[in-house]
């Protein structure tokens, strides 16, 4: 058993949902977010205290703030997993509509900078801690019709190695490109042909234990979920 304090954003469903039970299973206590109350209810109902699950939408800094503050106020933070994104409608870039690239930039990247803002702080303290940004195969490559999302898991990237270059010894920040799982998200692009994929869970069981294993050694170095 690890023992450790985890931060995953996004827990109502896809690769979120399927680490908190592997992070449980190994031992570690979960601070979870999304937006579907029913789903967080469900989490806290089948995990229990002290695991915790919130209704926080990452896009907005001020319940980001609250929930952090209470979320530390219990223990410090081993590890926060900025998991939470959305993905565009496929379409060439100038008929995605302004309101979804917009919906994009402010979970994918604004959010994932809103969650750092409020739980980095503590960590820099403390010279401890790994934050993960997860990143994608189309943080580093790119193809038509997702343009939006490449644009996010780009800056995803950028971000994650320039904050690299300023955290003290003992803190990490690393982009993570999960691998291509079988969600709800990959359905969004690839339609029927997700079925060739792992699903979350089987990502999970190999995920989650690289996940634990992550340390200072590791910040700046732009990973990928190894046999992904
Ligand atoms: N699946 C893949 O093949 C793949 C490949 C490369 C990278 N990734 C990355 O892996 C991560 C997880 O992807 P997934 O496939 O599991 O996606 P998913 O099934 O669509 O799940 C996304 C999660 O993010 C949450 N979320 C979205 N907007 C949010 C907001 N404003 N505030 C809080 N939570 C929010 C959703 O919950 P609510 O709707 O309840 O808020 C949901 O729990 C993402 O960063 C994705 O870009 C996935």
Redesign the pocket.
């Known amino acids: 058993m690890d023992g450790k304090r985890i931060v995953v954003?996004?827990?109502?469903?896809?690769?979120?949902?399927a680490m908190v039970a592997e992070f449980v299973a190994a031992g570690s206590t979960v601070a979870g977010?999304?937006?579907?109350a029913k789903?967080i209810a469900a989490l806290q109902n089948e995990f229990g205290t002290p695991h915790r699950f919130d209704v926080?939408?990452?896009?907005d800094n001020d319940v980001v703030a609250a929930w952090a503050a209470e979320v530390l106020a219990e223990g410090p933070v081993d590890l926060v997993v900025n998991?939470?994104?959305?993905?565009n409608e496929t379409a060439p870039l100038w008929e995605v509509p302004c309101r979804e690239f917009n919906d994009l930039i402010d979970?994918n990247v604004k959010?994932t900078a809103n969650v750092l803002r409020h739980f980095l702080p503590d960590m820099v303290a403390r010279q401890s801690g790994v934050v993960v940004n997860?990143s994608?195969?189309w943080g580093r490559s790119t193809s038509p019709e997702v343009a939006p999302y490449c644009a996010t898991?780009w800056a995803v990237e950028g971000l994650t190695r320039a904050l690299a270059d300023e955290l003290p010894p003992g803190v990490a920040a690393v982009p993570l490109?999960?691998?291509?799982?079988d969600?709800?998200?990959?359905r969004t692009c690839f339609g029927g042909s997700a079925d060739g994929?792992p699903t979350?869970e089987t990502w999970a069981r190999r995920a989650v234990p690289f996940l634990l294993g992550l340390g200072p050694e590791d910040n700046g170095q732009a990973l990928t979920v190894p046999g992904m």
């Open positions: 954003t996004g827990v109502s469903r896809g690769l979120g949902r977010c999304a937006r579907n789903a926080v939408d990452v896009r998991n939470a994104a959305l993905i979970v959010g997860f994608s195969g898991k490109n999960p691998g291509i799982i969600t709800d998200m990959l994929y979350a």
